[in-house]
Structures are given as structure tokens and as C-alpha cells.
């Protein structure tokens, strides 16, 4: 299970820099989570950092993940405190900016609009010319190995660019650094979304489902979730092993199948095989891409239904049920008990 949630976690980095995570974007208060945050940051960052937070009256609401965007605060205050090994005093600001062509302060690249922007200023080591043009990148980092994978920033410039905002860095040597992450204003029309109630997991009533997963231990584990559902389980690796037992058995339900398999041919290509083979046949895939993401790269249509990697028992269930066309209420991230990747 620890191998599992490093390997989630370095997953979720990497996507994050590639701007291809699955987002759940919300409206939010940003000086209301800021100012929660405040009491558990001073807890996490220790007597000798001195922390202010300072957030303008009337803040703009934006539209945001709410998890994305505490991990982010978290990890800048941690990188801050990195950087004041004696002690020092870190800042958390947050103020309405209008960014056009003429203002020397927005990122180069970013588009001209209205932002909320959340400043984190410490007074820190501060860095180098050189290691302020590289700080951005993935796996770049000044820390000893195995103190740092280099991709916290990288994860925070993947995800504000994502939401469709930006990251801009200050900092000189001896005198501190501040990051200001740049988070679109919300528009009028959004909408706060609602938390789901959890679900409890649903039984199966027997069915037959075809797994097909190349890696044993995702396989073993789904086997295991299934099978817990009163389930029948077939495995299989490949699409190979998936024809022949396709071919020689009469009833299976539904396949669950992962999108990037071995030996050339994708899940969802061998769905469209089967169309003629098994009409009516239920496929449900798999993938550690976002379903935009999936789509983008060619690998999935708006028809079809991805579940996304890790998932949950609960995830794994309400995806199932919804396959045979029963009706449930998706499932949130937080519930459930087990986790494939």
C-alpha cells in the first residue's frame, strides 16, 4: 500500500505538471481557506517561523480545486520554511489584480482578465539568477537527494495553469523569494458545488466481469474488490487472453479493461473489435489520465466511461453498477477502503 500511494503521488505530480490531473473545481473563498489554513500551517512550520496572513477586503470569489489548491499553499509554506533554516517570517497575501498588456508585473504569458493572487513571501536564503529560471521545472531541485523530488512547483505551475491562472516567482539571494499564484476570477454564473453524501458499496447480484489489466498486483486488488461484491472475476493480461476468452465463454457481463495495454492494441480499440463479435458487450475503462486528458490523446470518445486511476472500492462500485445501467449517485474521493493505481 506504501508503494502504491508513492507511486499515486508521483503520478499525480507528474499530471499536474503536464496540466493532464482531473481537477474538481469549485467556487471558492479564497481568504476563507487561507485563514483555516493558517492555524495548521503555524502548528506544521514550527515556533520559529513567524507567520501573517493578510488578505483583502472584498476578495474576488474564484473557481478552483479546493484540495489542489490547499496542497499548493502547503507545499509553498513548506519550501518557505526550507529556506529559513534559523527562523524567519513568511507572509501569505491575497489581493484582486487586474492583469493587461501594460502590467509589468503579470506573467508573461498569462491572458489578460481579473485574478484573485495568493503572494507568499519569506525571508529566506533567497536564489540564484540561475536557479530562479530553472525553479519551475520538473525534478529540478536544490535539495539534498532524498530531501526533494523537484516537482512540488512544478505541480503548483501545472495546476494554476491548469485552472487557468498562472505562477510568477521573485527572489534574490539573501533577500527571500514570494510566489504569487495567480487564480482566475470566478464568473457570475458559477456555482458553489455541493459536497456528495457518502455511499455505502453496493453488492453485485453475480454478474460475470472481465478483467484486463497487465499488471498483476492492480489486477490482484481489483480481482479482490470485485470478488468481496459477490462478483464473478475473470482476469486476463491482455487482449489476447481477453479474445480467447470471449470466444470460448458465453456470458460476461461487462469488461473492465485498462486503456493502455501490451502487444499494440488499446482497451478501447478492442471494444470497437468486439462491437460485431459481442454486440451489447459493457466495457468500463481504466487509466491514470483525466477523461479530458484521455480524450485529447486519442484513447478514449465522449462515449465511453472511464474510471480514473487510483480509485477507491466505492469508486470501483459505483462504476460497475452505473455499467449495468443501475442507477447511483457517483461517489466522492474520500470514501471507500481500498486503492489500484
Partial sequence: MAAVERASDLTRHLLAFSRKQQLEPQLLDIG????????????????RIALRTDVEPGLWACVADPAQLESAIMNLCINAR???PAGGELTIECRNVSADSASDARPADISEGEYVVISITDTGQGMAPETLTRALEPFFTTKDVGHGSGLGLAMIYGFAKQSGGDVALESEEGRGTTV???LPRAVKTARLVQKEEKQAVLPGGGETIL????DPDVRKLIIHMLQEMTYIVIDVPDVAGARDVLDGRDRVDLVLSDVILPGGTSGPQFADQMKERRPGLKFIFMSGYSPEAAMGAGFLTSGNTLLKKPFQRQQLAAAV?????VEIAPSPQSSGTGIAS
Fill in 211 to 214: 478483467v484486463i489489466e497487465d
Fill in 32 to 47: 476563507e481557506h487561507v485563514e483555516r489554513m493558517a492555524q495548521l500551517l503555524k502548528r506544521t512550520l514550527g515556533e
Fill in 321 to 325: 453498477r452505473e455499467g449495468f445501467d
Fill in 180 to 182: 504569487n499564484l495567480y
Fill in 82 to 84: 526550507d529556506a529559513m
